[in-house]
């Protein structure tokens, strides 16, 4: 049956070219949306990587003043003679007129002792 003109006035007529037209914008705009997400992921994985690493730095920042804590706490003058005391040392203090200082003359190579 040959088609009325009424039919034929309104049907869509869609060309070839559009049609390749619209595939290739399809597959260039879902191309662009992947590469999106992808630069996202990577984005989003240096930031972790930075975030672990700041919390690293932190960690050994504390352990780092902990043992300057503990090691002043362990060389503290006051600390080591009470601990001497307590473990019933033969260490004792050095009385200050028993200190000599010897220094170096800067031309001769000899040391000068001063008390």
Same mark, same amino acid.
């Given at each position: 049956?040959?088609?009325?003109?009424?039919?034929?006035?309104?049907?869509?007529?869609?060309? /070839?070219? /559009?049609?390749?037209?619209?595939?290739? /914008?399809?597959?260039?705009?879902?191309?662009?949306? !992947?590469?999106?997400?992808?630069?996202?992921?990577?984005?989003?994985?240096?930031?972790?990587?930075?975030?672990?690493?700041?919390?690293? !730095?932190?960690?050994?920042?504390?352990?780092?003043?902990?043992?300057?804590?503990?090691?002043?706490?362990?060389?503290?003058?006051?600390?080591?003679?009470?601990?001497?005391?307590?473990?019933?040392?033969?260490?004792?203090?050095?009385?200050?007129?028993?200190?000599?200082?010897?220094?170096?003359?800067?031309?001769?190579?000899?040391?000068? !002792?001063?008390?």
């Amino acid at each position: 049956m040959p088609p009325s003109s009424n039919s034929t006035r309104y049907a869509d007529q869609v060309s /070839f070219s /559009f049609l390749v037209w619209m595939v290739l /914008f399809a597959v260039l705009v879902s191309a662009g949306g !992947i590469s999106y997400s992808l630069i996202k992921n990577d984005q989003v994985a240096v930031r972790t990587e930075i975030n672990n690493i700041n919390r690293e !730095i932190v960690v050994s920042n504390l352990n780092t003043n902990q043992y300057q804590a503990k090691s002043n706490a362990l060389t503290n003058r006051w600390a080591m003679r009470d601990r001497l005391s307590q473990d019933r040392s033969a260490l004792r203090d050095i009385d200050r007129n028993q200190i000599e200082l010897a220094r170096r003359l800067q031309d001769s190579g000899y040391a000068v !002792i001063h008390r």
